[in-house]
T-cell receptor, first 119, second 115 residues
Framework: GAVVSQHPSRVICKSGTSVKIECRSL??????MFWYRQFPKQSLMLMAT?????????EQGVEKDKFLINHASLTLSTLTVTSAHPEDSSFYIC???????????????FGPGTRLTVL | AQKVTQAQTEISVVEKEDVTLDCVYE???????LFWYKQPPSGELVFLIR??????QNEISGRYSWNFQKSTSSFNFTITASQVVDSAVYFC????????????FGKGTTLSVSS
């Protein structure tokens, strides 16, 4: 089956530092990857949609300069939280869709998530 | 507007009870997909089922069953003979018929099964 990995699974950093989270589709090519954020006891909130080779589309209220997304290849997207602050502490989850027409096209495959704690 | 409503925020049952988690959705698309995911305390989303809008057959998988009723825009999920390991947050989600779009999630239902 289609597998999506995320790295790191957990990160603790100091306020003001930047943190990079990687999302990889391991056995399929992902034309589109999505980044979600989930606060405790809440649902997943879509942050941005990224397509390989183009700029990410951010949801309203998400600062594109703070949450930098790069989708440089068909199997890798990265989310960089710049100048992280305690309010950025959250669970970040990525997901990926395969090419239209492929067996992986109609289902989003989720990564295991990254728990970010900013001190 | 496209929307998923899970009216039950929290449900508590005792082991071996049956429990139904409700999901109501709104969409104007004629083609769409519905999903259920389980999120245990570890946080990883576990895919349970995908149903497309043209397939109204109910599905059973072990202790899990799903009832899709297009007439009421509902996609309810029943766990029979619940177990402690079923304790988790369950999300219902809608995928519009548009390539490259994200899932629209409900707010989730927290199920607690006690022994």
């Amino acid at each position: 089956g289609a597998v999506v990995s995320q790295h790191p699974s957990r990160v603790i950093c100091k306020s003001g530092t930047s943190v990079k989270i990687e999302c990889r589709s391991l056995d399929f090519q992902a034309t589109t990857m999505f980044w979600y954020r989930q606060f405790p006891k809440q649902s997943l909130m879509l942050m941005a949609t990224s397509n390989e080779g183009s700029k990410a589309t951010y949801e309203q209220g998400v600062e594109k300069d703070k949450f930098l997304i790069n989708h440089a290849s068909l199997t890798l997207s990265t989310l960089t939280v710049t100048s992280a602050h305690p309010e950025d502490s959250s669970f970040y989850i990525c997901s990926a869709n395969g090419y239209p027409g492929a067996s992986t096209a109609d289902t989003q495959y989720f990564g295991p998530g990254t728990r970010l704690t900013v001190l | 507007a496209q929307k998923v409503t899970q009216a039950q925020t929290e449900i508590s049952v005792v082991e071996k009870e049956d429990v139904t988690l409700d999901c109501v959705y709104e969409t104007r698309d004629t083609t769409y997909y519905l999903f259920w995911y389980k999120q245990p305390p570890s946080g990883e989303l576990v895919f349970l089922i995908r149903r497309n809008s043209f397939d109204e057959q109910n599905e059973i998988s072990g202790r899990y069953s799903w009832n899709f009723q297009k007439s009421t825009s509902s996609f309810n999920f029943t766990i029979t003979a619940s177990q402690v390991v079923d304790s988790a947050v369950y999300f219902c989600a809608l995928h519009p018929d548009q390539a490259g779009t994200a899932l629209i999630f409900g707010k989730g239902t927290t199920l607690s099964v006690s022994s």
